[in-house]
């Protein structure tokens, strides 16, 4: 009769813990945050990148979300598993944005002082190929303001410092914003993303979708000109000529001034 009196008064209280306990569960299921989606390529997308030689390893870790990002990674150099110090995925895709910058603008500067020599634009004197302007002491130098060495040493250190905040500002964004820097200190405080800092770099005022069209066509450019510049040096090096005329040799006759031929010359022509 006890343990049935006891039983009677308990059950009620059970229930109504049991209730709560339900109620608690649920509000905390609602309150929860959704799980994020991984992105993936739609299927559509995945057949033309099988032809480039991906694989399905490379396309589990490049899903897209990176700018020029078409899954290609033969050597696994971004895969995120086992990466660390430097060589890691994230350093790897800021490291290529970087050198294909500075890569368009080399071509540039080695192509611009022929043109514009041959046009008459400038000087022809100053109209000089990029590796008789002082490139390559041996095969040239120019009469500048100062003495080699001296402007060696002047853009040593001027590089060395916006290198080293420009480093700084990887490591941690938006640092830059916060050091006293000759009251430039907004211009340079970044967007929070060190490749693409926006602000004053942004001069044209892109939005956020032109941005990601410009994102794509800026690496795309980038890895152009990386090629262009090892193409330069080895034409330098075969051929003794700068690039424009290579290029117009090559289109007045195309059959004596071509890459078969060129190999069959190295050494008796080359620069170096």
């Known amino acids: 009769m006890f343990a049935t009196m006891n039983a009677i008064k308990i059950t009620p209280f059970a229930k109504r813990q049991a209730r709560r306990n339900v109620s608690v569960r649920a509000e905390e299921a609602e309150a929860a945050p959704a799980p994020v989606a991984k992105k993936t390529r739609n299927t559509e997308d995945l057949a033309p990148l099988y032809v480039l030689g991906n694989s399905e390893q490379s ?3 490049l899903d ?22 430097f060589v890691n995925p994230k350093w790897l895709a800021y490291s290529e944005l970087i050198h294909g910058r500075w890569a368009m603008l080399g071509v540039a500067g080695m192509v611009a002082p022929e043109v514009l020599g041959g046009m008459g634009i400038i000087p022809q004197e100053t109209g000089l190929v990029w590796f008789k ?22 853009n040593a250190f001027l590089m ?6 420009r480093a700084q500002d990887y490591w941690n964004p938006g640092s830059m ?7 430039l200190e907004k211009m340079l405080g ?9 602000g004053f770099f942004n001069f044209m005022k892109q939005g956020e979708k032109d941005m990601a069209a410009m994102k794509t066509k800026e690496i795309k450019n980038g890895r152009l000109a990386m090629m262009a510049c090892f193409g330069c040096g080895a034409q330098a090096c075969m051929t003794g000529e700068g690039p424009v005329k290579n290029l117009v ?16 010359q190295i050494g008796g022509v080359s620069p170096f």
């Open 59 to 61: 396309l589990s870790y």
């Open 64 to 85: 897209g979300s990176l700018p020029g990002d078409y899954g290609f990674d033969p050597l696994g150099l971004s895969d995120p598993e086992g990466a660390g110090g």
């Open 133 to 154: 302007a002082g490139m390559i002491p041996a095969q040239g130098t120019y009469d500048y303001w100062a003495s080699p060495f001296t402007i060696f040493w002047i």
């Open 160 to 165: 060395n410092i916006a290198e080293l905040r």
């Open 177 to 183: 914003g916060k050091q006293d820097f000759a009251g």
């Open 190 to 198: 970044g967007s929070g993303d060190p490749a693409y800092p926006g």
């Open 249 to 264: 040799d090559h289109v007045i006759d195309p059959f004596g001034h071509n890459l078969l031929v060129n190999f069959s």
